[in-house]
């Protein structure tokens, strides 16, 4: 079993390889190495039955990233820190493009609902604690 014959000399100039390039830069921001999955952080979350639904991980009360693969509508974050806001962007893994959404704040049950994507694709969600908002 194989994943295809392009040979590698080949293979690193696809577009996926600059995609990976793309996705190490996001990650490099934060202590990814401390990261956890938080699956209870994200609505609709993936399942065994729906591995094609977000995916969450993160430090608490730092920063949290939601991978929403091809994923018509926004998502509901859940757990949130009460009294800890977040600067929340879309993050494009094709070209690291940032679109900025604004303060995420949790409601009173810890919740905020992400306003939905502009573009039908793969996005990373991306929420880090905003202590500037704080002092």
Wanted: avoid cysteine.
């Amino acid at each position: 079993m194989a994943w295809g014959d392009t040979p590698w000399e080949e293979a690193y100039q696809l577009p996926g390889s600059g995609q990976l390039g793309i996705a190490k830069s996001v990650l490099e921001r934060y202590r990814w190495w401390e990261f956890e999955p938080h699956p209870e952080w994200v609505e609709p979350r993936w399942t065994p039955q729906n591995y094609m639904a977000p995916y969450a991980a993160g430090i608490p009360g730092q920063v949290r990233i939601v991978y929403i693969p091809v994923y018509m509508g926004g998502v509901r974050i859940t757990r949130l820190e009460l009294g800890v806001p977040y600067r929340a962007f879309y993050f494009d893994p094709k070209n690291g493009r940032e679109y900025e959404i604004g303060l995420a704040q949790a409601d009173e049950k810890g919740v905020w609902n992400a306003p939905a994507p502009k573009l039908f694709q793969d996005w990373l969600l991306v929420l880090e604690a905003d202590r500037a908002s704080l002092a």
